[in-house]
T-cell receptor
Framework: KAGVTQTPRYLIKTRGQQVTLSCSPISGHRSVSWYQQTPGQGLQFLFEYFSETQRNKGNFPGRFSGRQFSNSRSEMNVSTLELGDSALYLC??????????????FGQGTRLTVV | DQQVKQNSPSLSVQEGRISILNCDYT??????FLWYKKYPAEGPTFLIS?????DKNEDGRFTVFLNKSAKHLSLHIVPSQPGDSAVYFC???????????FGPGTRLSVLP
């Protein structure tokens, strides 16, 4: 079974631009979450999508948005990029079973550099 | 305000000995805890989890202990191997939530 696939792996953008990152979850997984990892703040939760609906949201500005398609693939968009948005963006997929807890499996991440 | 803390930024252990990584949390709503291992430029790899209804969970060389009254959990790796050298993250969530809160990580070095 293929793992979580994130594209692209690396990206360089200029301040003020926007960027779209893509994530394909493990087959059968319906929940996709996004995280930002920076040296200063560690791994921080951005948002989670389940069945095309945003189910949870972290404490990030509105410039960060996402969506999920009917095949569970997800995209994350960051508009008006700032230097501080340079980070490793990680996508994780899971197969939530109602109220039961379940682990999340991560992709290799997209390294975004804003110059 | 860190809800999940890993107070040791780094740990060095001799190959074959036990590695003990610690994690503390402050949010009493957390009821599910996970450990992940991460190599540079890769995504975290799931290792082991524990629900708050248990106090111990084992999987091969990895054992996680949970002390709910102390809001403390630990990961034991026995025996430690050089390939275990990585950054270990503790994460927590509240019932059914996939919005995990991660600790800052502990860098484990297993010396041959």
């Amino acid at each position: 079974k293929a793992g979580v696939t994130q594209t692209p792996r690396y990206l360089i953008k200029t301040r003020g631009q926007q960027v779209t990152l893509s994530c394909s979850p493990i087959s059968g997984h319906r929940s996709v979450s996004w995280y930002q990892q920076t040296p200063g703040q560690g791994l921080q939760f951005l948002f989670e999508y389940f069945s095309e609906t945003q189910r949870n949201k972290g404490n990030f500005p509105g410039r960060f948005s996402g969506r999920q398609f009917s095949n569970s693939r997800s995209e994350m968009n960051v508009s008006t990029l700032e230097l501080g948005d340079s980070a490793l963006y990680l996508c994780a997929s899971s197969f939530p079973q109602g109220a039961l807890n379940t682990e999340a499996f991560f992709g290799q991440g997209t390294r975004l550099t804003v110059v | 305000d860190q809800q999940v803390k890993q107070n040791s930024p780094s740990l060095s252990v001799q190959e074959g000995r036990i590695s003990i990584l610690n994690c503390d949390y402050t949010n009493s709503m957390f009821d599910y805890f996970l450990w992940y291992k991460k190599y540079p430029a890769e995504g975290p790899t799931f290792l082991i989890s524990i629900s708050s209804i248990k106090d111990k969970n084992e999987d091969g060389r990895f054992t996680v202990f949970l002390n709910k009254s102390a809001k403390h959990l630990s990961l034991h790796i026995v025996p430690s191997q050089p390939g275990d050298s990585a950054v270990y993250f503790c994460a927590a969530s509240a019932t059914g939530g996939q919005n995990f809160v991660f600790g800052p990580g502990t860098r484990l070095s297993v010396l041959p």
